[in-house]
């Protein structure tokens, strides 16, 4: 399963940008997928994670009430809407889809996913 990132760029503080993530030559089916990012000098992080039907759906503190995850599996796409954005949410932005199995992490262990997008930057200008 191949995963695309696409959507980063440019925002203001105060700002909002969505991004997408779609896969090509196969279906999510009913992975995992989640959202993590990687500013630069720091370790990747978990952003956020949902299952296929979104009844899960997880968040690190630091984005709840701000970011919401959605999926449309017709579209065979997983979004990550980002709102009230600040300069640290600056990094890049992967998405990640792993099995639907038993997460020990909540979904927030990035070694758990399988399967990695190429990462789309979003820089917030103060």
């Known amino acids: 399963v191949q995963l695309q990132a696409s959507g980063g760029g440019l925002v203001q503080a105060g700002g909002s940008l969505r991004i997408s993530c779609t896969t090509s030559g196969s279906s999510f089916g009913r992975s995992v997928v989640g959202w993590f990012r990687q500013a630069p000098g720091k370790d990747r992080e978990f952003v956020a994670a949902s299952t296929w039907t979104g009844a899960a759906r997880n968040y690190a503190d630091s984005v709840k009430g701000r970011f919401t995850i959605s999926r449309d599996n017709t579209r065979n796409t997983v979004y990550l809407q980002m709102n009230s954005l600040q300069p640290g949410d600056t990094a890049v932005y992967y998405c990640?889809?792993?099995?639907?199995?038993?997460?020990?992490?909540?979904?927030?262990?990035?070694?758990?996913?399988?399967?990695w997008g190429q990462g789309t930057l979003v820089t917030v200008s103060s």
């Open positions: 990640a889809s792993k099995a639907p199995r038993y997460s020990s992490s909540a979904y927030r262990g990035s070694y758990e996913y399988e399967n």
